[in-house]
């Protein structure tokens, strides 16, 4: 668990045991679509989507730290979400822009589960203002989006793009079956789709920008943190299961007559990881709470939660094959699942090497 | 960069104490006489009454004013404590005012040459003589023997079946007759540590603190508080990311091959561990205050571990980004300080319970893993 408070404790069981629930409905497959969007909507119900959105437009305000909760129950079981760019950052963004009857809309089809909204951080667009119909404006969009987990799946995409000429940055939010969308599905390792999304000339009406051009708009990067608290707390949840599995099975499994767990050398290994795991829970706390206060540490604590928790994950992950012995090796036994999604999890976030340098940055800054 | 401060600007009290500066004393009797020096402690004892919420706000305002500790002592950080919990009122009244004022110094003989690790092995015999006991033997690395008034100690009162029984945990004053000690001197050069001999040395039997012949349980619950001592304590002399980096880029000559590029990785990913480890200690702290919520051994282990080893990387990677120079011996023959300080921190997974010990205790005690007496 990642905090000490009573309800957030409450709410990091009712997740646990929801995401056991799913995870045992997955049946040992990575992506279900179908299934994906029937627990969305259950998420929605328990209140869980609109935790970023205020109560005027469907959500709760329970706030990141309550979202952290969820993530890290995901983590633990492996069930791949759109929650830290979903329900974290797209809520995000769409809250920090002022409420048009179009964005409201959108906030409450969010929170109520009706549409899958992602943001992606990592875009690298183009726009272009031209001449529509009634003189109202047309957005041509181009350019390439690394989006994150699970954003086949999404119904409408959040990126930012910059202007071709003259203006600001702005954030659009795209329905993803636009014409001149290509989107390019990669399944990897753990079985996760990794999606890119190629933009050719997508013509969108002035309610897909999120803000004017001329306004200065929020900015997706500045929230960007609520994604990466989110994202290593999955990492933290998805490192501590596979801990706990190994310490499960250090006392269960019997050679020379005793529980392998009781020979020191395995002992000091379990130990030495226990170590790693309190470093990790204390970062990704740190993030959350300094996330979640707005306080201007928080980029720093996010870019610590999620290099430590990535860098601990794979570690745990990697005994944990080890302390299995053969049974860590098989197909069948999910220890394996764990190490195949340890290097995996970091790339929604950026990937370690990207959060240590942007952490020596931050830190010499 | 900051060093740890240098210890003879520490002020550690006792009958012969010394002041590197007239201001030293001054700080040390005006927080004495507010109780601020144990700002938790009861008033009746040297203290200051204070709850957990208000000690971390004056410690917290003694942190941004930058303010010395008015007092370094085993005394205050775990003595005192042992004796509010297991004293008899005699005892708090007679030793913890002397303790909060700073005007006796202890040291504490616990390790023995055939009793490390093994700290049940205790050998040092205390032998009945009506109300005296009467001490024989040998304790080794006791920290400042040679400078401290008394010592609490772990001796022998009885042979059990069990190690861990027959022992007590006994207060002496080091001028008492029969009591010889030697400093020893470790590869880091001058040293705190001590050996001390006992012979024959007659101590008054209403010196033993909680149970006689239970010394252990005592012994355990002090060591708990050294861990957590050395593992907070550690934070005070910290360096930053800045000067560790200024360092890399500043050193004239380093080997040919060093990649300072690489230097400043290491030292960026060491940095990292210690922020993490900076915010469990953190966490620990705020768990510690609640006096309801006993820290399991555990936590005090995985603290003193993790302290060791960022602490052993810190002076490893100091001393790969100030060159050979800090290698080199000045004209005096002395170690350089980086030097003296990467030799000395080898020693921090041994003192207070090695880096093995603390392994041992978060595998049983934390995560619950069988013992191999048990599994048969």
């Known amino acids: 668990m990642i905090s000490t408070s009573f309800e957030d404790r409450m709410l990091g069981e009712a997740a646990d045991s929801f995401f056991r629930g799913w995870a045992a409905a997955m049946a040992g497959q990575a992506v279900n679509d179908g299934l994906l969007r029937t627990k969305w909507r259950e998420m929605a119900d328990l209140g869980w989507l609109g935790m970023l959105i205020d109560t005027d437009h469907g959500g709760t305000a329970y706030g990141v730290r309550g979202l952290g909760q969820i993530a890290e129950a995901s983590g633990r079981h492996l069930v791949l979400t759109p929650l830290a760019h979903g329900a974290g950052l797209a809520a995000a963004i769409l809250a920090a822009h002022p409420a048009t009857p179009a964005l409201s809309a959108r906030m409450r089809s969010l929170a109520a589960g009706d549409n899958i909204y992602v943001a992606a951080p990592q875009a690298e667009a183009e726009y272009r203002i031209i001449p529509g119909a009634a003189g109202a404006p047309t957005y041509v969009l181009n350019g390439t989006i690394d989006a994150p987990d699970v954003t086949g799946i999404a119904d409408e995409v959040i990126f930012e793009a910059r202007p071709t000429g003259q203006g600001s940055d702005l954030a659009f939010c795209v329905p993803a079956q636009s014409s001149g969308v290509e989107r390019r599905l990669q399944t990897m390792v753990d079985g996760s789709i990794r999606t890119t999304m190629l933009l050719h000339d997508v013509h969108v009406d002035r309610d897909a920008a999120l803000g004017a051009p001329d306004a200065s708009a929020p900015k997706l990067v500045a929230l960007a943190d609520i994604a990466n608290v989110l994202s290593a707390a999955e990492m933290f949840g998805a490192a501590a299961e596979t801990f706990d599995r190994t310490l499960a099975h250090l006392t269960d499994r019997r050679q020379f007559g005793v529980p392998i767990g009781s020979f020191q050398a395995l002992q000091h290994r379990a130990a030495i990881l226990a170590c790693r795991i309190e470093l990790a829970r204390s970062c990704v706390i740190a993030g959350l709470d300094a996330v979640e206060a707005r306080q201007e540490s928080g980029a720093q604590l996010a870019s610590l939660a999620v290099a430590i928790s990535a860098d601990v994950f794979r570690q745990v992950a990697k005994e944990a094959v080890q302390l299995h012995g053969g049974l860590g090796m098989t197909d069948e036994h999910a220890i394996g699942k764990y190490l195949k999604r340890s290097r995996v999890i970091d790339l929604a976030p950026g990937g370690i090497a990207f959060h240590r340098s942007r952490y020596a940055r931050l830190t010499l800054a | 960069m900051r060093l740890p401060l240098p210890d003879d600007e520490l002020v550690w009290g006792g009958r012969n104490a010394v002041f590197w500066h007239p201001d030293a004393k001054r700080w040390l009797h005006l927080m004495a006489d507010k109780g601020w020096t ?278 490893d990677i100091l001393l790969d980004a100030t060159g050979p120079g800090s290698l080199a011996l000045n004209d005096q023959n002395e170690l350089s300080a980086i030097a003296r300080n990467w030799l000395r921190a080898r020693g921090n997974s041994i003192e207070g319970g090695t880096s093995e010990i603390q392994l041992n205790i978060i595998a049983k005690r934390m995560l619950g893993l069988p013992s191999r007496e048990n599994s048969r």
């Open chain 2, 38 to 315: 144990a700002p938790q402690w009861p008033k009746e004892f040297g203290g200051a009454g204070l709850t957990a919420e208000e000690a971390e706000v004056l410690d917290e305002e003694m942190r941004r004013l930058d303010c010395r500790p008015p007092l370094k002592s085993f005394g205050l950080t775990m003595l005192g404590p042992i004796l509010l919990q297991y004293g008899t009122e005699e005892q708090k009244r007679r030793y913890l005012p002397d303790i909060a004022a700073g005007r006796i110094r202890w040291c504490q003989g616990f390790s023995e040459p055939m009793a490390g690790s093994d700290l049940a092995s205790v050998q040092t015999r205390a032998i009945h003589d009506e109300d005296t006991l009467v001490i024989t033997g040998h304790k080794v690395w006791t920290s400042y023997a040679h400078k401290a008034d008394w010592m609490y100690c772990l001796v022998r009162t009885a042979r059990e079946a069990k190690p861990q029984d027959g022992m007590s945990f006994l207060l002496l004053d080091m001028s008492t007759p029969g009591i010889r000690v030697e400093p020893i001197q470790l590869i880091s050069g001058r040293s705190i540590f001590c050996e001390v001999f006992f012979e024959n040395v007659r101590v008054p039997a209403e010196n033993v603190v909680g149970t006689p012949g239970e010394g252990w349980t005592v012994a355990k619950s002090l060591l708990r508080h050294e861990r957590l001592s050395i593992a907070r304590g550690a934070g005070q002399d910290r360096v930053e990311l800045r000067e560790v980096i200024d360092l890399i880029d500043g050193a004239a000559s380093l080997p040919i091959g060093t990649s300072r590029e690489a230097l400043r990785d290491r030292a960026v990913t060491w940095m990292m561990e210690e922020h993490a480890l900076r915010l469990l200690q953190q966490r620990v702290a705020v768990l510690a205050q609640d006096p309801e919520v006993d820290i399991p051994d555990g936590y005090t282990s995985i603290l003193k571990y993790c302290r060791a080893k960022s602490n052993q990387e810190r002076w």
